[in-house]
């Protein structure tokens, strides 16, 4: 994949800084609403903004295809393919729920991100540990009526096609009771491929799928439900079949 070189410029000395700025204000905006408002609906306003204008000083545009989501209030747990950094701006920008991320805890770190995901009840993660206290957390996101999104590879792919999914968060869904939905993305590796400092101009395309109900699975059908999720997935993600075969 080639790049026009003055990209690398325009991303270094307008992109990034454009982003911080908007980090570091709707950061602290989100910090401040937080103190009055504990469910964490002021802070997903300010992370929707975030990602708008994201998406939009990066010229990135979204077309979202699909079915209706589960009713408004009724939680679930967004399972997407994951090509670039930008998935998160560009799935809650494309998702209109309440939202919340299962994340690496290192995140919770970095200065003003790390600050609004633990005041808004993001689900951080220990890789380390991962079943560490996550139980309680699922659960909490749950009662306030939020969505989780979750991407199942673990990392982002470099070849753009759908790896095996882990089967953790499918576990925690049918404990839960949490119907899964899996969403499929295609188009935002050419936005910023993983291990590229540069951004391009693109359409990416959002398919959110029909809703798996967990209700009356047991511990034993989690692995299933990977498969099955990870399948219709890569059916909307061109070249998602490459790694079908993933050993399970």
């Given at each position: 994949?080639t790049?026009?070189?003055?990209?690398?410029?325009?991303?270094?000395?307008?992109?990034?800084?454009?982003?911080?700025?908007?980090?570091?204000?709707?950061?602290?905006?989100?910090?401040?609403?937080?103190?009055?408002?504990?469910?964490?609906?002021?802070?997903?306003?300010?992370a929707q903004?975030w990602a708008?204008?994201?998406?939009?000083?990066?010229?990135?545009?979204?077309?979202?295809?699909?079915?209706?989501?589960?009713?408004?209030?009724?939680?679930?747990?967004?399972v997407?393919?994951?090509?670039?950094?930008?998935?998160?701006?560009?799935?809650?920008?494309s998702?209109?729920?309440?939202?919340?991320?299962?994340?690496k805890?290192?995140?919770?770190?970095v200065?003003?991100?790390?600050?609004?995901?633990?005041?808004s009840?993001?689900?951080?993660?220990?890789?380390?540990?991962?079943?560490?206290?996550?139980?309680?957390?699922?659960t909490?996101?749950?009662?306030?009526?939020?969505?989780?999104?979750?991407?199942?590879?673990?990392?982002?792919?470099?070849?753009?096609?759908?790896?095996?999914?882990k089967?953790?968060?499918?576990l925690?869904?049918?404990e839960?009771?949490?119907?899964?939905?899996p969403?499929?993305?295609?188009?935002?590796?050419?936005?910023?491929?993983?291990g590229?400092?540069?951004?391009?101009?693109?359409?990416?395309?959002?398919?959110?799928?029909?809703?798996?109900?967990?209700?009356?699975?047991s511990?034993?059908?989690?692995?299933?439900?990977?498969?099955?999720a990870?399948?219709?997935?890569?059916?909307?993600?061109?070249?998602?079949?490459?790694?079908?075969?993933?050993?399970?």
């Amino acid at each position: 994949m080639t790049f026009p070189p003055f990209r690398w410029w325009w991303t270094a000395l307008v992109l990034v800084p454009a982003i911080s700025l908007y980090t570091i204000v709707l950061g602290t905006a989100s910090l401040a609403g937080g103190l009055i408002d504990g469910r964490g609906v002021w802070a997903h306003r300010c992370a929707q903004l975030w990602a708008r204008l994201i998406l939009l000083t990066s010229g990135t545009r979204v077309r979202l295809h699909g079915v209706l989501l589960p009713p408004l209030g009724e939680s679930c747990i967004f399972v997407a393919n994951h090509s670039s950094i930008y998935d998160v701006p560009i799935l809650f920008t494309s998702l209109p729920r309440q939202l919340r991320i299962m994340a690496k805890a290192t995140l919770g770190y970095v200065p003003f991100i790390g600050w609004h995901l633990h005041r808004s009840g993001h689900v951080l993660v220990n890789r380390r540990n991962p079943g560490a206290g996550i139980f309680k957390r699922m659960t909490r996101m749950a009662r306030s009526g939020a969505s989780l999104i979750v991407f199942p590879e673990g990392s982002r792919t470099v070849d753009g096609g759908v790896q095996r999914f882990k089967g953790g968060i499918f576990l925690l869904a049918i404990e839960n009771g949490l119907p899964i939905v899996p969403v499929s993305i295609a188009g935002s590796r050419v936005v910023m491929p993983k291990g590229r400092f540069m951004v391009c101009p693109a359409t990416v395309d959002v398919t959110v799928h029909a809703a798996i109900p967990t209700r009356g699975l047991s511990r034993d059908d989690a692995r299933a439900l990977a498969e099955r999720a990870r399948g219709i997935v890569a059916s909307a993600v061109p070249g998602g079949e490459a790694h079908a075969d993933s050993r399970a």
